[in-house]
């Protein structure tokens, strides 16, 4: 299985990104497909998921900003990321999650410049 992901750069705040990820490979019963970032010197945390029927899970430093989407027949998952803010930067990951399944993609950086 490969996720692969794209969309990070550089963005001034109040900006914003598109990130996708596409998943290939010997992919089946995914449950959930999901974005994690990591900023340096800390911890990979959930940013945000959706699962097959479209239910969604965001963390609270993101709501109202940023929004994922998902193309189950792709095995596709966006997250588009408006205002953005310098405390957004790190490296996002994205995540699918499924019985016996638990992938994660190369990372790709976003860097939100005050």
């Known amino acids: 299985v490969q996720l692969q992901a794209s969309g990070g750069g550089l963005v001034q705040v109040g900006g914003f990104l598109r990130l996708s990820c596409a998943a290939s490979g010997s992919i089946f019963s995914i449950n959930y497909m999901g974005w994690y970032r990591q900023a340096p010197g800390k911890q990979r945390d959930l940013v945000a998921r959706?699962?097959?029927?479209?239910?969604?899970n965001y963390a609270n430093s993101v709501k109202g900003r940023f929004t994922i989407s998902r193309d189950n027949a792709n095995n596709t998952v966006y997250l588009q990321m408006n205002s953005l803010k310098p405390e957004d930067t790190a490296v996002y990951y994205c995540?699918?999650?499924?019985?016996?399944?638990?992938?994660w993609g190369q990372g790709t950086l976003v860097t939100v410049s005050s």
């Open positions: 995540n699918v999650l499924g019985p016996g399944q638990d992938y």
């Open positions: 959706i699962n097959t029927g479209g239910s969604t």
